[in-house]
C-alpha cells in the first residue's frame, strides 16, 4: 500500500477566523470586542486586532499573538469610541505567522477611514480584482478584505452612499463571507447570499448591538440574541438604530455543516440551531446507522463529546470520559527528541487504562481528513489496553477540499478520496470505522428553519462554481 | 444575616506546586522535563524552572510565567547534562507574582550545587530555622525550600552522604512534602511520613528514570510508572540504579484526600488510585448518600464531570454536559465593566440553556470554600433555564484551613464554617443543597492500599501539629 | 531667595519629532526610512513608525520605543511599497508614553488612505477644528496631525487634487510645521510659511527622493543633499517627478534657531548653514562677547563641545574634553538610593579631575532653561578640583516658552525669567556666568541665505500669534 | 595584491568583561552594582548578571541583554542581601549570544553557594582541568570561570579556608584575571601576578566598598578611588573590614597596554595612570614621531579624539571635531540593501564636510586591526572632500593575537602581519600612515609606577607562556 502520510502535520479541518462588531454609544465598546473576541478565540489563534471608531475616525491595534497577548490595558484604553470591529485569524499550522495578514483591514472610503474584518473565502477574487483593475482601482496585497474593501469604496466614492459600495460588493464577489466593517459612526454586518459562514446579533443590556460569529460572544459580554444575519443581508447599525436591507437576492441556503460538526464552539447558536444539541443528536444517528457491540462509549474531546453522549443514548451502550486532553501544550519548544517523536498525539491527548482496559470501545471524533491523528489515536487506546476500538465518525468522508475558508488540504492528502472504506480501517487500525451518512447528518441539524447547507466536502457539489485545479 | 463575601475572588481551593525529576544519562533531561512540567502544569502557573546537572555542576534556567513562555529552544540547549529538576510554582491569587520564590532552588552542599523543588508546606519551618541558627546555619529567605536545603547541607558537609543530610531532614521538618532533589550526579526524591503529597516513578522507555508529582508528567514522556515513592521514604537514582531506603518511620498514612477530589490531573493514578475512578465512584456514593428528584446530572467542569457521571451511574439519571468552559480566558485585561461584572463566572463557564431548558438539575461540583463562585453558578443556571438546581458535592463541608500545600484561606472565609447547611442553600440559592459524608468519600477511594488520609480540612484533626491561631 | 527647583527634573529644552519620506520605486523604502529614522533618532525616542504605499494602499507598523525595537526583519520584510513616510516622536519626561499619539497618523482622503507624519506644533489647532466642525468634519481626538489630515481630506473630497488640499490646510493652519505625507502613490513633503521646522531634500544613489527633518538623514542612506524644502512650499514626488509649487506666500523668515543651538545633530545641514560651523562661530563670538580668563575650555557633550572648540579658537584659551558622557544610561531603574540621589547628573557626565584639577575652566553649554542641571554641573566640577568654572552659554537667556514644538515649560520654570544674572551666577554657583547677546547668536548663522529667524524664546516676538495665559 | 578582507566584520579589538563588587551592610547593594556595570557597559553587551549574598545564602539573575534591558526594579529589589558581584560579557560579533555563558558563575564551595565574575582568559585551562581531572574533580563546561571555581572549591573543602582556595587556583592557573567572588557574606577580589587585567578598590560614601574593572565603576557610584589591587594580591572584604594578602608573589609587571589605547574609558585611572592623560600624551608623542604636513587634526571618535587634541598640543596643527559618531545604531535589522552595504562605516560616523573639505587631515585612530575600518573611513573622508588624509596610529602594528582576553583574531588576518607599511598605506588609501612607536607608547604612560606592560600583541613576547598553534 503506497499511501504514506507525513507523522506530525495537523489533522483537523482548519478555519481562518472570528469577527466580532459592536455599535454601542456610551460603553467601552474595545473592552466588549476584547471580551468578544475571548469567546471567539477558538477561531483562531495566530493574531487579534480591534479598530475603534469615535464619530470622527478610527484607531486600530492589532498584532500576532493571542486576544490577552495582544491587548493590555494601555491599549484597551487608548482605544477610545463607540463604534468596533475585532478579529482574530487562524495560524496556518507551520507556516510562519504573518504580521500584514493580521485583520481588522483600515481602508480609505469616501474619506473615512473604516475597519473590515472578514470571515470566509471568496472564490473569483481574480476576477473582481480585474474587473477593480479595468476600472482603475489598483491593489495592494490582493488579500480578499482589501479586495472587497476597495470594491467597497470604488462605488462609494461616487455615491457617497457606504451600502450601495457594499451592495455591489455584494452583487459581484463570490464565495463564502461573514464580514463586519466599521464605519467612524456606523457599524455593517453582511453575510454572502447562501448564508456559507454564521453572523449573528445580540443586543447589549445597556443599549446597543453586537455582531458576533457565533453566539457564545453574545454571551460573555451579556447581549441577548437577536437573530441571525441573513444569508445575502446588511445590517447597519447607528444611532437611528438597526437598519436591514438585502444587499443580495438570498440564494440556495448553504450555512457550513461543517460549523456544526468541528468548528463552532458547542454552546453557539448558529442558524437557530444549538451546536450542542447537533452533535448529540449526530451521535444518536450514527448509533442506529453504525451500530457496535461495545462495552462503551468515548468521545475524542472537545468535539467528540456531545456526539458520543448521543451515540451512548441511542445505543444503550454507556458513556464514559476516558481520554484527558492536556489544556497546556503550547508552541515554543514543540520538537520532541526520537524517542519522544513517537508519543505524537500523546503530548495532546491522554486515555485512561483503568476506564478503557479490557474494554470494547465506540469512539466518536468529529472528522476524519488524513488519518494519522485516528491511527496514532487507535494505537494509543490499545496500548492503553482497549480490547476493541471502533471508530464511529460524525461526519461523512472527507472527499473534497474546501474553498470557504477552510483549510483541508488538496484531495490527494484526503485519506478518503484516496481508499476505500476497509482500506481505510486497516490503515488506522481500528476494529471497525463508520462514518455518518449525509442524510444522518443532515437530519441531526433539525432546528435549521431551511433545507440547505454547503456539503461540499462531502459532496464536491460547491454552491459556489469554484476553480478546480 | 452578616455574612458577606467579596465578589470576584477564586473560590477554589488551590495548591501550590509540581515537581519532576529525570535521571537518564544520554537523553535530553531538559527537554524531558519541560514536557513533564508541561503535563503538571495544572499545578502552578506562576513561574516554571529547570535544573540540570552533567556530572560536575549544574545550570539552571527559571522565571515568571508558564513552562513554554518560560523555556525555548536556546534555553534548552543550553541545559546540558543527564540529570534534572523542574517545578512550576502556584500563582497566589491577587499577591504580585514573585520573581525568587520561582523553583527549583539552588544551593551548595557539601562542596556541590544542588537544585531541591518541593510540593508541599513544612509546620515548623520556624523550629527548624531556630535549631539551624542555633548550630550556626545562616539562612536568606527563610523559606521552606532554602531551610530544607540548609538542613541538608549542614550535616552532609560533616558526612560528605547526601542521603544522611535528608535524613536528618526528614527526622527534623514536619509538615507536607514531596520533594525531588539534583546534585550534579544524582536524583533524589522523598516524601513525608505521611505520604501527604503525591511522588510516583517511571522507567524511561530508553533507560533512566523520572520522578513526578502526578503520574500523568510519567505518561507525557512515554514513562512506565513503577511505583510510588512511598511515606518517609528516599529514593536516590544515580549511574548505579535506584537505591531506596527509609529516611523516617512511615507514620499514620495520610494523603491529602483532596488531590482526588479537585487537584490532580484525572489521568493520574496517585498511590494506586485512579483519580478518574475515584472522582467517579464519588458520584456514585453520593447519589446513594443524597438523592435528588431530578431529569440531568451535570457536571462543573473539568474535576465535577467524572463524578456526574458516577452520580448519574447510580442514580439512574441521565448525564449530560450542559456548561461549557472557555478555554482561552487570559490574564491581561481581567476588569470588565460595571455592566460586565455582574456577569463574574460567566468569563469562564457558559451553560447551555438548550439542555438545560426547563430541567431539574443535579449539579456536581468538587468542593465549596468561600460560596461565591456556588452562588454565581445557581444564579445563571436559574437563568438559562433550569427548573431547579440541586448542588450536589464531592467534598464534605471543609470546615477547617489547610497548612500543607494548599490556599484555603481563614476559618472566617469558609462559608461552611460559619453557616449552617440550610443557611448555604439559601444563600447560595440552590434548591437542595448536599455534601458527601467523609465516610462516603473515603469509600470512594477503594484502590489505596492503606488505611489513612489527611482529611483535616474536614475535620480539623490534623495529621501532623499546626500552630493554629 | 525662594526660588525652589526641583531636583531631578530634565533641564534642556525639548523638542517632539523627526520626520522621514521616500518616494523610490524598486527600492526597499521601508528599510531605507528605518535608518533615516534611525539617523533622526536624537529628536525623539519615544515611538516610532513607518507607513508604506505601493500605488494601491499603505501599510503601517508603528509602536512605542526606538526604531531598533519597533522594528525587525520581519516587520520590514511586510512593508512592501514605493513610498513611505516615518516618524519618531518624543518623549514627555515623566508623562506616560502614549501609544495611541504614535505617528504616522494614518487618514482617508478622497477614497485612499494616506499617512501623514508631523514636527512642529500649530497654534490654531482648536480655530481650525471650529472651522472644520462648522463645515461639518467630525475630529476625533484633535491632535494637530489629525485636525491636519482631515482639512486636506474636507477639501479633497471634493476637489480630487491632494494638493488643493494640501493648499487649504495651509492657507487656514498657523505654527511651526514640517510635513511629510504619503500617499499610495506620491510624497508629500510641505513646510510653515515662515520655515520654522526644519527639511530637506534628497536624491538616492538609485533613482528616486527622501526628505528628511536634518541631512543627517540623507547621509545614512548615501543620498545627495538637493535642497530644503521652502518656507511654504509644497513639493511632491511621484512617478512624474518632483513637482514643486508655492502652497502659501512665504511670510517672514523664521527659522527655529534653537536647532543650531541644541537640537540638531551637528552634522546636519540646515536651510544652508552647517550646524557644526554655526555652534563654532557662537564659541567664537562668545569668546569676544564675554571673554574670561581661564586656563582651559571645555564644553558640556554633546552639544556644547563644538562651541567650546569655537571659544578656545577665538580667546586663545586652549581646549579639551573634560566631561565624559555615559553612553549607557537607560531607562529601567532609575530611582537612585538616598545616597546615590546626589549624585544626579553623574550618571550621564563625569569629569577628569587630572584634565580640570586645579584649572580655571571656562565651560561652555547650549542653554540653561530651568539652571538645576547647570547647578548640578557647577558643583560636580569643583569637586573634581576647578579652580574657577566660567560658565558661558551660546543662547540668550531662555524667558519665553515656546509654542512651536518645543517643551520648555511656563515662564514661572524659566530661571532667567525668574532672576538677575547675578542672581543665577550665585544660585548655580558659578565663577562668572555669560550668555551670548541675540546679535552674537545671530552673527554665528552667517550662511543663512534670509534675515530671519524665530528667536521667540528669547524675546517673546512671537512671528505666530499664540495664545499666551 | 592577494589580501583580501571581508566587508562587514568588525575591525576594533574586543575585550571580553566587565567585573564589580559591593560589600555594604545596610545599602542596596544590587542597585549600587548595577549602577556600576551601567558606567562598565561598553566593556561588553552581551549579557549581564548580579547576585547578591545576604549572610546566608547567594540569589542570582542573569541574562542576554544590557544592564537595563536585564534588569527591572522589581528584579533588583529581589536581590536583597549586603554583598554583590556583577558581571558585563562582551558580544563576540557573529556568533549568536550564549545564554549559559553569562556570568557571574555560581559554584558551590565548602557548602555555601559562592558567585564568581571573571575579566579575562586563562592560558592553562585544559592543564588545571587535568589537575583537577586527576584529583577527582569533575567538570561541566570548563569555561575558565567554571574550571576557577571548581579549583577553589576543591581546595577549600578541605580546609574551610576559601582564601587557601583561592591562593591555590592563582598558584597553579596561568593567565589574565580580573575576579571578583562573592560568599554570602564576604567578597573577594584577586588579580593575575602580572596585572594584566585592570581592577580597583573604592570606598563608599556610606560605608563599605566597591571593587570595579576601571575607576568610572567608582565614580557613577560616588564611591572615592582607595587603590588597586595589586598584581597576585587577593583582597577580602567583610564585616571585619579589609584584608589584603599576596596569593602569588608579584611577577613581571605586565599592564595591559591596550586598555589605555582602547578598552578603558577616558575618565578611568588604571594603576593611577589616567586613560585620558595616556591618549593625550600617545597624541603628542606621535606627533613627534610622525610628524604631517597638514590644515587639521582629527580624532576618530570615541577613543581617537584625546589623543588627536595631544598631536595637535605638540604639532601646533588645530584640532578640530569632524567626525560624528551614531549613538543610537542598533542590532535588530543590520542588513542593508546592495545600495546601503557599500556605505558600511557611516552607519556609525559621518564626517563634515564643512569641516575637512579642501583641507589636509591627520586623522588619528586606536589601533589597526585588519584594516578595513581604515579603509573605509579614508575613503569617507576623501568622499568628503579631505584634500590629504594622514592616519595616524596611536599604537603599534598589531602583528600577534592576544590570549589574556581580547579578540583579535589569527595572525592572518592582521594586517600588519601580512604587509609592509607601504603595502598598508597603499591599501587603506591614505597619503600617509603611520603608527606609535612602542617606545612612544610606553612613554605617553609615565604615572604608571611600574616598568612594564603587555605589549605581546605588538612583539609576540608573551608574559605568560601560550599555546601558539
Given at each position: 500500500?503506497?499511501?504514506?502520510?507525513?507523522g506530525?502535520?495537523a489533522?483537523?479541518?482548519e478555519?481562518e477566523?472570528?469577527?466580532?462588531g459592536v455599535f454601542?454609544p456610551g460603553?467601552?465598546?474595545?473592552?466588549i470586542?476584547?471580551?468578544?473576541?475571548?469567546?471567539?478565540q477558538?477561531r483562531?489563534?495566530?493574531?487579534?486586532?480591534i479598530?475603534?471608531?469615535?464619530?470622527?475616525s478610527?484607531?486600530?491595534a492589532?498584532?500576532l499573538?493571542?486576544?490577552?497577548?495582544?491587548?493590555d490595558?494601555?491599549k484597551?484604553a487608548a482605544?477610545e469610541?463607540?463604534?468596533?470591529?475585532?478579529?482574530c485569524?487562524?495560524?496556518?499550522s507551520g507556516?510562519?505567522a504573518?504580521?500584514?495578514?493580521?485583520?481588522?483591514?483600515?481602508?480609505a472610503?469616501?474619506n473615512?477611514l473604516?475597519?473590515?474584518?472578514h470571515?470566509?473565502?471568496?472564490?473569483n477574487t481574480?476576477?473582481l480584482r480585474?474587473?477593480?483593475?479595468a476600472?482603475?482601482?489598483?491593489?495592494?496585497?490582493?488579500?480578499?478584505s482589501e479586495?472587497a474593501?476597495k470594491a467597497?469604496g470604488h462605488?462609494t466614492q461616487d455615491?457617497h452612499?457606504?451600502?450601495?459600495?457594499i451592495?455591489?460588493l455584494m452583487?459581484?464577489?463570490?464565495g463564502?463571507?461573514?464580514m463586519?466593517?466599521?464605519?467612524?459612526?456606523?457599524?455593517?454586518?453582511?453575510r454572502?447570499?447562501?448564508?456559507?459562514?454564521?453572523?449573528c446579533i445580540?443586543?447589549?443590556?445597556g443599549g446597543?448591538w453586537?455582531v458576533?460569529?457565533?453566539?457564545c460572544?453574545?454571551?460573555?459580554?451579556?447581549?441577548?440574541y437577536?437573530r441571525?444575519v441573513?444569508?445575502g443581508?446588511?445590517v447597519?447599525?447607528?444611532r437611528?438604530?438597526l437598519?436591514?436591507?438585502?444587499?443580495?437576492?438570498a440564494?440556495?441556503?448553504a450555512?457550513?455543516?461543517f460549523?456544526y460538526?468541528?468548528f463552532?464552539?458547542?454552546d453557539?447558536?448558529?442558524?437557530g440551531?444549538?451546536?450542542?444539541?447537533?452533535r448529540?443528536?449526530?451521535?444518536?444517528?450514527?448509533?442506529?446507522?453504525?451500530p457496535a457491540r461495545a462495552d462503551?462509549?468515548l468521545?475524542?474531546?472537545?468535539?467528540?463529546?456531545?456526539?458520543?453522549?448521543g451515540?451512548?443514548e441511542?445505543?444503550g451502550?454507556?458513556f464514559?470520559?476516558?481520554i484527558v486532553?492536556?489544556?497546556?501544550?503550547?508552541r515554543?519548544f514543540i520538537?520532541?527528541t526520537?524517542e519522544?517523536?513517537q508519543?505524537g498525539?500523546?503530548?495532546?491527548?491522554?486515555p485512561?487504562?483503568?476506564?478503557?482496559?479490557?474494554?470494547?470501545l465506540v469512539?466518536?471524533?468529529?472528522?476524519?481528513?488524513?488519518?494519522?491523528?485516528?491511527r496514532?489515536l487507535v494505537?494509543?487506546?490499545?496500548?492503553?489496553g482497549?480490547?476493541?476500538v471502533?471508530?464511529?465518525i460524525?461526519?461523512?468522508?472527507?472527499?473534497?477540499?474546501?474553498?470557504y475558508?477552510i483549510?483541508t488540504d488538496?484531495?490527494?492528502?484526503?485519506i478518503?478520496?484516496?481508499m476505500?472504506l476497509p482500506?481505510?480501517n486497516?490503515w488506522?487500525?481500528s476494529d471497525?470505522l463508520?462514518?455518518?451518512?449525509?442524510?444522518g447528518l443532515?437530519?441531526?441539524?433539525p432546528d435549521?428553519?431551511?433545507?440547505?447547507?454547503c456539503?461540499?466536502?462531502?459532496?464536491?457539489?460547491?454552491v459556489?462554481?469554484?476553480?478546480?485545479?
Open positions: 500500500m503506497s499511501f504514506t502520510l507525513p506530525q502535520l489533522d483537523t479541518p478555519e477566523c472570528a469577527v466580532f454601542a460603553q467601552d465598546v474595545a473592552r470586542t476584547g471580551f468578544g473576541l475571548q469567546a471567539l477558538h483562531g489563534q495566530e493574531s487579534a486586532g479598530a475603534v471608531g469615535d464619530g470622527a478610527m484607531v486600530e492589532k498584532d499573538g493571542l486576544v490577552t497577548q495582544v491587548f490595558e494601555a484597551l482605544l469610541g463607540f463604534v468596533a470591529v475585532g478579529h485569524r487562524y495560524s496556518t507556516a510562519a504573518s504580521w500584514e495578514a493580521a485583520q481588522p483591514h483600515i481602508s472610503i469616501d473615512v473604516v475597519a473590515l474584518a470571515n470566509g473565502t471568496l472564490v481574480e476576477a480585474a474587473q477593480l483593475d476600472e482603475g482601482v489598483v491593489l495592494r496585497a490582493g488579500t480578499d479586495v474593501a467597497i462605488i455615491t452612499h457606504l451600502r450601495q459600495g451592495r455591489w452583487e459581484h464577489m463570490e463564502a463571507y461573514a463586519v466593517l466599521a464605519s467612524p459612526d456606523a457599524l455593517y454586518a453582511f454572502d447570499p447562501n448564508g456559507i459562514r454564521p453572523l445580540g443586543g447589549l443590556p446597543g453586537v458576533s460569529s457565533e453566539t460572544g453574545l454571551d460573555i459580554v451579556g447581549a441577548t437577536l441571525d441573513e444569508p443581508e446588511i447597519r447599525f447607528n437611528d438604530g437598519t436591514a436591507e438585502q444587499g443580495v437576492p440564494a440556495r441556503r450555512s457550513c455543516i460549523e460538526v468541528y463552532a464552539r458547542p453557539s447558536v448558529l442558524d440551531q444549538s451546536v450542542y444539541q447537533a448529540r443528536a449526530m451521535g444518536r444517528i450514527l448509533a442506529r446507522e453504525a462503551l462509549v468521545g475524542v474531546p472537545d468535539s467528540g463529546v456531545p456526539a458520543a453522549l451515540f451512548a441511542a445505543s451502550i454507556p464514559t470520559d476516558g486532553k492536556n489544556r497546556y501544550v503550547g515554543t520538537q520532541p526520537q519522544m517523536r508519543m498525539i500523546r503530548l495532546k491527548l491522554n485512561l487504562p483503568s476506564v478503557i482496559g479490557g474494554k470494547r469512539v466518536i471524533d468529529d472528522s476524519i481528513v488524513r488519518g494519522n491523528t485516528s496514532q494505537a494509543m487506546l490499545r496500548e492503553a482497549a480490547a476493541e471502533h471508530l464511529r460524525v461526519s461523512p468522508e472527507v472527499l473534497w477540499p474546501c474553498f475558508g483549510d488538496t484531495r490527494d492528502q484526503l478518503a478520496a484516496n476505500t482500506q481505510m486497516e488506522i487500525g471497525s463508520a462514518f455518518i451518512s449525509l442524510e443532515r437530519a441531526s441539524l435549521v428553519c431551511h433545507p440547505g447547507f456539503e461540499a466536502c462531502f459532496t464536491g457539489d460547491y459556489v462554481p469554484v476553480p478546480l485545479p
